[in-house]
């Protein structure tokens, strides 16, 4: 799978977007890019996934690069519940299927 | 409700003393792993299976034994546990059908404590 990049923290105010960014440039092209977030030590909840079109659902939505080498998950009117850490994992169906975490971005949202 | 159980949530135990994590899921779901998380290391996966008596080693496997003899149950033995492993441990599942890998379900996770 190929390894992402994200900076290690981000803040944004509650009631703004918040834009986190996420390099893959050795993504392959039949590699998916997911975003997972993860609350204090609670267990990582999914949040979005796509290929290479943007994406949309009722917790976010995703921009994926024309050329696929970065991404970014926006949350559009960021609360002090969003406060986590985010995953972006780029990952293929079958085989082994070891998806790498990595760090994530830590984003605190502050009033 | 759709989800992973893992038990116990907390655990303190000593050196040498084997024990072992309980995961169960109700989805029907095909794959499951484990994952150990650290202070500034992420998720690090640990055993994971594909099926039903199909495991496989992940990242750090050292120190850590897995069965898969039903579908729902993934448990995570620790035969001689040592204080190095004291760490915050996921179990995930999914199900592992087409093309487009599906997304993992975590469990609430399992503090584990060796002294």
């Known amino acids: 799978d190929a390894k992402t990049t994200q900076p290690p923290s981000m803040d944004c105010a509650e009631g703004r977007a918040a834009n986190l960014p996420c390099n893959h440039s050795t993504i392959s092209g039949n590699e998916y890019v997911y975003w997972y977030r993860q609350i204090h030590s609670q267990g990582p909840q999914y949040i979005i996934h796509?290929?290479?079109n943007n994406e949309t659902n009722e917790m976010a939505s995703l921009i994926i690069t024309e050329d696929r080498k970065s991404s970014t998950l926006i949350l559009p009117h960021a609360t002090l519940r969003d406060t986590a850490v985010y995953y972006c994992?780029?990952?293929?169906?079958?085989?082994?299927?070891?998806?790498?975490f990595g760090r994530g971005t830590s984003l605190i949202v502050h009033p | 409700e759709a989800q992973v159980t893992q038990n116990p949530r907390y655990l303190i135990t000593v050196t040498g003393k084997k024990l072992t994590v309980t995961c169960s899921q109700n989805?029907?779901?095909?794959?499951m792993s484990w994952y150990r998380q650290d202070p500034g290391l992420g998720l690090r996966q640990i055993y994971y299976s594909m099926n039903v008596e199909v495991t496989d080693k992940g990242d750090v496997p050292e120190g850590y034994k897995v069965s898969r003899k039903e579908k729902r149950n993934f448990p995570l033995i620790l035969e001689s546990p040592s204080p190095n492993q004291t760490s915050l441990y996921f179990c995930?599942?999914?199900?592992?059908?087409?093309?487009?890998?599906?997304?993992?379900?975590f469990g609430n996770g399992t503090r584990l404590t060796v002294t």
């Open positions: 995930a599942s999914r199900r592992d059908v087409g093309r487009v890998p599906s997304p993992l379900h």
């Open positions: 994992i780029v990952t293929s169906s079958g085989g082994s299927y070891i998806p790498t």
């Open positions: 796509g290929l290479k």
């Open positions: 989805m029907n779901h095909e794959y």
